[in-house]
């Protein structure tokens, strides 16, 4: 694969950080097979290489999600209503692919 659809893909994460707010401390791109991204303590986000050859809409869903959790760490009514305020269709665009963010069901709760 090469570097530009990672830096391109990693250049919406930093536009999307500035919308939300959030200044992510490291952000990568690296294989990953069970997760499409992950976020640590210390504000460092990997995304899955497989992400980058999805559709925008659903890239989106997941750069949020990860971002959003630089300002709250749990999944609750906050996380889900930030995430409704950014993206509204959010839960219609990850569809059944959301599990394999958070382990959300297709209708957006928590399993």
Same mark, same amino acid.
């Given at each position: 694969?090469?570097?530009?659809?990672?830096? #391109?893909? =990693?250049?919406?994460?930093?536009?999307? *950080? /500035?919308?939300?707010?959030?200044?992510?401390?490291?952000?990568?791109?690296?294989?990953? #097979?069970? =997760?499409?991204?992950?976020?640590?303590? *210390? /504000?460092?986000?990997?995304?899955s290489a497989s992400l980058v050859r999805e559709e925008r809409a659903f890239q989106e869903v997941v750069i949020v999600h990860e971002l959003l959790h630089l300002r709250v760490p749990n999944h609750g009514r906050l996380f889900k209503s930030l995430m409704t305020a950014y993206l509204p269709q959010w839960r219609r665009i990850g569809e059944h692919r959301i599990a394999r963010i958070c382990r959300y069901s297709a209708n957006g709760t928590r399993k």
């Open positions: 694969m090469t570097r530009r659809p990672h830096a #391109t893909f =990693k250049q919406l994460v930093h536009q999307w *950080a /500035g919308m939300i707010g959030v200044k992510p401390e490291r952000v990568q791109v690296q294989r990953m #097979t069970r =997760k499409w991204a992950s976020c640590s303590p *210390a /504000g460092r986000l990997s995304f």
